[in-house]
């Protein structure tokens, strides 16, 4: 069974500028959770996509906002990018709402310069 | 919101020993306690979970103490092993907006020596 992917793994861009990442699930899996890693603070929670709509956000500013297409992968767009967005972002899937074993992806590394 | 908050930053152990790591949480509604484990370069790995109704689970050398008057949860590492160096997150699923979502520890750098 492949797990989670993501794509891509490094992406480097210039503060004010707009990053894309892209995340597909595991086969069967209808929901997608987002989460920034930055360096000393842990995992903290984005976003999460259930069946094409966003059912909860973390305390992220508006910048950061996505989608769930029909076959389930997402997206992550986050625009102005700033210095502090700098950090690994990590994407996760699960067979939906009342599943809480969550499984992760390898992660995109985003570094704005 | 939920805060968890996660001790120790570091541990570092000689092979053999146990390693105990410690986490805290504020909602006492949150309900489900998963530890993942992160080693360098790589995702988070589930290793073991726990929810509410329950107070304590094991699965070979690992288990998870849970004591929800307390308000902690505990991961266990028993005779550690070198290739159990790691980073090791504790997380609380907790109810936000009608959902239930994790709030993660800010993780604890284990170091096993042979």
């Known amino acids: 069974e492949a797990g989670v992917t993501q794509s891509p793994t490094h992406l480097i861009k210039t503060r004010g500028q707009q990053a894309t990442l892209r995340c597909s699930p595991i086969s069967g899996h209808t929901s997608v959770y987002w989460y920034q890693q930055a360096l000393g603070l842990g995992l903290q929670f984005l976003l999460w996509y259930d069946e094409g709509e966003e059912r909860n956000r973390g305390n992220f500013p508006p910048r950061f906002s996505g989608r769930q297409f029909p076959n389930y992968s997402s997206e992550l767009n986050v625009n102005a990018l700033e210095l502090e967005d700098s950090a690994l972002y990590l994407c996760a899937s699960n067979t939906g709402r009342g599943s809480e074993t969550q499984y992760f992806g390898p992660g995109t590394r985003l570094l704005v310069l | 919101g939920e805060n968890v908050e996660q001790h120790p930053s570091t541990l570092s152990v000689q092979e053999g020993d146990s390693a105990v790591i410690k986490c805290t949480y504020s909602?006492?509604?949150?309900?489900?306690f998963p530890w993942y484990k992160q080693e360098l370069g790589k995702r988070p790995q589930l290793i073991i979970d726990?929810?509410?109704?329950?107070g304590e689970k094991k699965d070979q050398r690992i288990a998870v103490t849970l004591n929800k008057t307390a308000k902690h949860f505990s991961l266990h590492i028993t005779e550690t092993q070198p290739e159990d160096s790691a980073v090791y997150f504790c997380?609380?699923?907790?109810?936000?907006?009608?959902?239930?979502?994790?709030?993660f520890g800010r993780g604890t750098s284990l170091i096993v020596h042979p």
């Open positions: 909602d006492s509604a949150s309900n489900y």
């Open positions: 997380a609380a699923f907790h109810l936000s907006g009608g959902s239930y979502i994790p709030t």
């Open positions: 726990i929810r509410s109704n329950v």
